[in-house]
């Protein structure tokens, strides 16, 4: 079993940067790869980002390409989404994710990240 709890969402100006966290439970974490989904209001939840386990490889939605970056710090169970130049069509709930064959399986409560023009 994996919980997850992500913090780190708010309210910033387009342009801006947010650092989103997540903290998981959990001794085999490291065992698991790991992703960013979001969700906005009247949409389906889609991929973000995601990262595999080892930090070996990323993936991004081309949505966020080149603005958003998706670490791993196993040592402290935590995996970070770092999302600079937002812009308003970022604004959503995002959810951290683990997953043992992709990246997702178990999923945190969500962080509101909303972006204003």
């Known amino acids: 079993q994996v919980q997850l709890v992500e913090s780190g969402g708010g309210l910033v100006q387009a342009g801006g940067s947010l650092r989103l966290s997540c903290a998981t439970s959990g001794r085999t974490f490291s065992a698991y790869n790991t992703g960013w989904f979001r969700q906005a209001p009247g949409k389906s939840r889609e991929f973000v980002a995601g990262i595999r386990r080892g930090g070996t490889s990323t993936d991004y939605a081309d949505s966020v390409k080149g603005r958003f970056t998706i670490s791993r710090d196993d040592a402290n169970n935590t995996v970070y989404l770092q999302m600079n130049s937002l812009k308003p069509e970022d604004t959503a709930v995002y959810y951290c994710?683990?997953?043992?064959?992709?990246?997702?399986?178990?999923w945190g409560q969500g962080t509101q990240v909303t972006v204003s023009s």
């Open positions: 994710s683990a997953g043992g064959q992709g990246y997702f399986g178990y």
